[in-house]
């Protein structure tokens, strides 16, 4: 009772007190829902849909695209930053592995595109391969192939398409230098990779 | 207890400083002045100065534990993945222990100024009632 008639006479000063304390709640239970938000975007941004073809053209040479969905069923905005695209063909021989790259597509134009809180955007890229040299080596991969008894034409090589998406959340800030407070940027970046068919 | 939001909140925000709202972006000065600011009302309303201290220590102890709270909550109420299984409160307790030694020792520059307040207010009210009697 004490107490209730210390906090009745000095009104002002316990009116103060708790007024800031209000906010201050009212702070935290905003900031820890944002948190919530950012986590359940991390969780549930995915690359989806991905469309792979590989046409031979009547002059030769070949036409591949790759078409991929980012879905992004948080609240929160997605600032992309960076996407990247490449196919490559994996030639293992008894010697090892060699890598034939066939497109290498860094996608500098779609900086600061957005993808809204329940959108879905789509990635669609197109290229034709008519490169002499890499055709050949192509060749060059089909014929080794048949040698050893796996028969392969230049549409049905197994092509492993690779894209990568590189998104900030929101407009929270990032790009914090010392490495004490990398885990900041970790948290707001959104980071999927789609490589041979499986999604990371 | 009114002081154990802030307390919270200031070390909600210095773990997460880029999606708090508002942010102190971890400085420490303000964070320091805002604990003598929330540590007054303890020294403001408490004549015993001992009490005053046990109550910075209680009320920052449960402000601690609030900014843990916050800082679980989607692992608590929502469904989601622990980002650091092993390290997840130790995460957490590494980076508060500067900003809690502070608020503890910001609440009890507090208490005094809030005790210095107190007394202020106590003589100036006692000088007008004098006054008042001298009519």
Redesign the interface.
């Known amino acids: 009772m004490n107490v209730i008639n210390d906090l009745r006479r000095k009104w002002f000063v316990a009116a103060l007190s708790i007024a800031a304390a209000v906010f201050f709640t009212g702070a935290l239970v905003f900031s820890a829902l944002t948190y919530v938000s950012v986590m359940d975007a991390r969780q549930t941004v995915t690359l989806a849909n991905a469309s792979e073809t590989a046409k031979l053209l009547p002059n030769g040479s070949i036409a591949l695209s790759l078409t991929i969905d980012l879905d992004n069923p948080s609240r929160q905005v997605l600032h992309i930053t960076s996407a990247f695209w490449t196919v490559r063909v994996h030639n293992i021989t008894s010697s090892g592995t060699t890598l034939i790259p066939v497109v290498s597509v860094p996608t500098v134009p779609i900086e600061y595109t957005e993808v809204g809180g329940h959108e879905v955007k789509t990635f669609e890229y197109e290229r034709t391969i008519d490169d002499p040299e890499l055709l050949s080596d192509l060749r060059g991969f089909i014929n080794y192939s048949a040698s050893v008894g796996v028969d392969y034409t230049l549409d049905s090589i197994e092509y492993l398409h690779d894209f990568r998406v590189v998104a900030w959340l929101g407009d929270y800030e990032h790009d914090y230098d010392y490495s004490r407070e990398m885990y900041l940027n970790d948290m707001v970046k959104i980071e999927r990779r789609y490589n041979g068919g499986e999604y990371n | 207890m009114?002081?154990?939001?802030?307390i919270?909140?200031m070390t909600?925000?210095f773990v997460?400083?880029?999606?708090?709202?508002?942010s102190l972006e971890k400085n420490l000065l303000v964070a320091f002045l805002l604990s003598a600011l929330?540590g007054m009302?303890a020294g403001?309303?408490n004549r015993r100065t001992d009490l005053a201290i046990v109550t910075v220590l209680v009320y920052v102890s449960i402000g601690y534990v609030?900014?843990l709270v916050?800082?679980s909550?989607?692992f608590l109420?929502?469904d989601?993945?622990v980002i650091f299984p092993g390290l997840y409160v130790m995460?957490f307790l590494n980076m508060t222990v500067i900003p809690m030694m502070l608020f503890t020792f910001g609440g009890i520059v507090g208490v005094i100024l809030g005790q210095l307040l107190r007394e202020s207010?106590e003589s100036d009210e006692t000088s007008q009632v004098f006054s008042r009697m001298r009519q």
């Open positions: 009114i002081s154990a939001p802030p919270a909140f909600f925000d997460f400083p880029n999606v708090s709202t508002p929330f009302p403001y309303f609030l900014a916050a800082y909550a989607p109420f929502y989601f993945e995460f207010y």
